[in-house]
Every structure is written in C-alpha cells, then in structure tokens.
C-alpha cells in the first residue's frame, strides 16, 4: 500500500508542489512499519538523510527557483492524445558556418552519425561549437544493430547482426580527422553475439583515432556494459581515450523496465567503477527522467554514481521514439532540471550538464570539461570533493 500511496502522490501532487514530494514521502516511509518494496538500504539512508536536511531547512528544490510553487513536471499525454509537449520542448533549425561545414564534410566522407540518425535536438549546438566553437558529433561503430531491445531505444535488434566491418577502425580514424572537429564521440551498440563485445574493435579505433591526429583529438568512447567481461573494459578503459562513458539511463528500481533484461544496475556500476580503477582519465553516465523515478532516487542515483568513482552525469528527459516503445510518464520542468544540476554539483561530480533536451553526447566537448582534458589534471581535486 505504501508504494501505491506514494506512487498516486507523485502522480497526482509533484507537478504543484514539489517541496511537499520530500516530506510526504519522508513521512511515509518513516511512519510504516513495513519496508517499502523499492527502497534499498541505501535508499532508505538516502531518505533518513533529506529528512534531516528538510527539518532542518528549505529543500534543494527551493534553491532552483526561490519558490515551492514552482510546478515539478507536467503530465504526459497518451500517444492517441493530440496535445503539444511543453514550450521548453522546442528546438531552433540548426544552423551556422561550423554546422554547415561539418554537415558537408560528413557526406564527403560518407560518415554516419548518431546525431542525424535519432534526429538529435541539439545537433546543432554540438556541431556549431558555441561561444568556444568546441565542435563536436557522434559516430556509431559496430554497424546499426543491437543484440538487447531496451524499451526507449529505437535502434533495430537481431540476434545475430552483420559481421563487423575489419576495415571500419581504420576508416574511422582516417575520416574523422580529415573532419577538423575538436571532439569526437564513439558509440555503439551492444553485440552480445561477440565474445568481447567489440571492445577490440572500439579500442583499435580509438587508438587509430589518437594517432592520426597526433594526439589533438579529444576522444571519448560511449561503450556497452560488454555484460560485465572485466578484460573488455579494461581493454578500452587503457586505450587512449579521454572520457570513458557508460549509461545507467535510469534509477536503480526501474532498471528492468526501462532497460533490456541483460543490463543492470550493479552490473553498469560496477564497469564504471573498474573502467576509472583501469585508467579511465574521466567516467561519464547519462540518466533519463520522465521514466516514473522518484525524486529521492535519483539523489541515490547520484550518490551512488559519486561512491563508485563516476566524475560526469548529465540528465535529460526522455523522449518515447513511436507508439511501441516505453510511454513518457511526464514532462520534467527546466527548473527541476536545474535544481537537480545544482544537487549534483554539490556532491562533487566534475561537471554536469542538466536539460530537458539535454543527451548523453550534449556539448560533450564543452569547454569547461575539454580544458581539464587538455590541461591533462589528475582529477584528484574532484575525487577529494
């Protein structure tokens, strides 16, 4: 009854109140005698935690916009509903020198990116560069099938996908920096059907990548969890690369429903964790919300990102790809975004980048994050935080 109850009141009072989402949910779980079924130790800590900060004072979210009336999420309407997402949901038409010029060179090199592929919001911030004209774009390696069907992903699935391309790390390489970008990112999808699940195949580019530029190009690599093979992340974690990253994509009690069966929590922290143990100079992970997580587990989410060595987290807000894929419970406010940015700042991650349109490649190549690559800092400071 306690999950229902608490379930019902995010649902149906967070979108007026979010202040109020803490304390009834504090309330709650402190007043039942019984364990909440979603609520690991850890959680419960978590909560026990925010309970004293809230009785001791205003909650994180007051400090997002100075007002516990500030709305937490609007509703998400049904696919059949014709009803306009929210106004902070829009987008501008891409454009500009560096956009134009990156889009040109892709189909003179015949390169792929994710970027255009998932028709990406932010294509054309990441390709224009910005204030510090930091390009950056996405390649997919490993071909455009995936072993797992994860419930928000709309990359095709098979079994047994096409043989992967010998030539592909090579190419790469020689593409990428005839290219002229500032920062390259290197995904790709799972391939369960190989015995290292490609993690030759990414290192072997990352590698061509770094020596056909000289060692300029800042690389970072978005990898599978290799289903836990130790000697695969270590393989890519020692590669060369700048920013091993790895999605969690969402909080720990909606990892089976969001994610494919194959994929799990301890397991994606657990390569977080010995990819920065392996070498790893930064270690990055994306969440969705919008998914039905609770407010207090995406501050576990956070924490428990921190305790296992992770410097950077960006957070977005999901997006269902067609009908047949996960519904949007509902539609994350800028302000909330931002409250929970603030929140993980406070807990020591190196940098975070928060947004409704925010994904896990965002202005990767930020300048913040891209002047501690090229400084080459130890990160020790971050870690001591």
């Not at 949910?25 to 959680?43: C, K, M």
């Not at 009785?55 to 007002?67: E, H, L, R, V, W």
């Not at 530029?213 to 130790?230: I, K, Q, S, W, Y």
């Not at 305790?307 to 047949?324: A, S």
Request: glycine share 8%; hydrophobic share 35%.
């Amino acid at each position: 009854m306690l999950r229902e109850a608490a379930s019902s009141f995010c649902r149906n009072t967070v979108r007026r109140d979010p202040v109020a989402i803490f304390r009834q949910l504090s309330h709650q779980y402190a007043s039942s005698s019984a364990p909440a079924p979603r609520v690991s130790t850890e959680s419960t800590a978590a909560v026990d935690e925010l309970r004293q900060r809230l009785a001791s004072g205003p909650s994180f979210f007051d400090f997002a916009s100075g007002s516990a009336d500030t709305a937490y999420s609007v509703p998400a309407p049904t696919w059949k509903e014709k009803k306009r997402k929210p106004d902070w949901l829009k987008r501008e038409v891409p454009g500009g020198e560096n956009y134009t010029r990156i889009k040109s060179k892709l189909r003179e090199l015949k390169l792929h990116t994710v970027c255009e592929e998932a028709r990406c919001p932010n294509i054309g911030e990441c390709w224009g560069g910005g204030e510090d004209q930091t390009a950056t774009a996405t390649i997919m390696l490993m071909g455009d099938t995936c072993t797992r069907g994860c419930r928000f992903c709309a990359v095709k699935t098979s079994r047994a996908p096409p043989p992967l391309d010998p030539n592909e790390p090579a190419n790469t390489a020689k593409a990428v920096a005839d290219w002229g970008i500032d920062y390259v990112v290197l995904t790709s999808v799972d391939r369960d059907d190989l015995p290292d699940g490609g993690a030759a195949h990414i290192a072997e580019t990352i590698q061509g990548l770094k020596r056909e530029t000289g060692g300029r190009l800042l690389v970072e690599a978005l990898v599978p969890d290799f289903a836990g093979n130790e000697d695969s992340i270590k393989l890519v974690a020692a590669s060369g690369l700048d920013v091993y990253a790895h999605n969690i994509e969402t909080v720990e009690s909606l990892q089976s429903v969001v994610r494919d069966r194959r994929a799990n929590w301890k397991q994606s922290m657990a390569a977080l964790k010995l990819a920065k143990q392996s070498g790893a100079r930064v270690t990055k992970t994306s969440i969705m919300l919008g998914c039905g997580e609770q407010p207090h587990e995406v501050l576990h989410a956070f924490r428990t990102l921190r305790e296992n060595g992770v410097d950077v987290v960006t957070l977005g807000q999901y997006m269902r790809p067609t009908k047949r894929h996960m519904a949007v419970e509902e539609y994350v406010t800028p302000e909330m975004f931002s409250a929970y940015q603030a929140e993980a700042e406070k807990m020591g991650f190196l940098y975070v980048a928060a947004g409704p349109m925010v994904r896990s490649s965002y202005k990767a190549g930020e300048f913040f994050l891209q002047n501690i690559l090229r400084e080459g800092q130890d990160l020790k400071v971050a870690e001591a935080r």
